[in-house]
Structure formats: C-alpha cells, structure tokens
C-alpha cells in the first residue's frame, strides 16, 4: 500500500514501480498513465486480498499504463515477498527504465 501512495504522491521521482501483495486508492490510477509498475500477488493470500492487486491491474489497464502482474496460484503473503525480491528478473526489469 505505501508503494502505491508514494507513487501516486510524487509520480515524477519514479521511473517504475513494484508492488508486492498490496492494494491502492484506484482513483490515483490516472497518475501511472507512464509509469511502469510490476504487481506481484498471490491468490493464497491471507494477509492481504489478491482482489486488491486484481482491482489496481484492471484500473492501470484502463489507463493504459504500462503494467506488468504476476499472479501466483499458491503462494502465502511471505512467499510471494520472496518471489519477486529473489529473482533477479525484477532487478533486470527495474534496471531497463531511466530517467528520459
């Protein structure tokens, strides 16, 4: 969720954006119409409800943001954290972007 706020506060500061098992206002989706952002989320979730990052997918779509989303089937809250911050594909992906 901080992700998320502090994007849409201060949109300019990012060149991307990941967010890992979270959820948003959906009303800041109009800040993100350039700003890519990852989502990773997990169905078996019990922490936090996939349906938020479902939610904030479908909003950045609409914009057409540039959005990329991992849904996992059965990773928990934790596993999913694990996932995105050990592959180095998010680092490699985070790395592409600069500033123009």
């Known amino acids: 969720f901080g992700a998320w706020d502090l994007a849409a506060e201060i949109p300019e500061r990012f060149v991307a954006v990941a967010m ?5 206002n959906p ?3 109009t800040k993100f119409h350039s700003l890519p952002v990852w989502l990773f989320h997990s169905a078996a ?3 936090v409800k996939v349906e938020n990052s479902d939610s904030l997918f479908e909003d950045l ?3 057409n943001a540039p959005i990329t989303y ?3 089937r059965d990773a928990g809250h934790v596993a999913t954290c694990e996932h995105a911050y050990t592959s180095s594909i ?3 992906w985070l790395l592409q972007h600069a500033r123009k």
Do not use: I, K, N, W
Request: a negative charge; zero cysteines; aromatic letters at 10%.
């Open 27 to 29: 009303l800041h989706a």
């Open 20 to 24: 890992v098992s979270g959820g948003g």
């Open 90 to 92: 998010l680092y490699d």
């Open 61 to 63: 779509r609409s914009q």
């Open 45 to 47: 979730d019990e922490a």
């Open 70 to 72: 991992t849904r996992y």
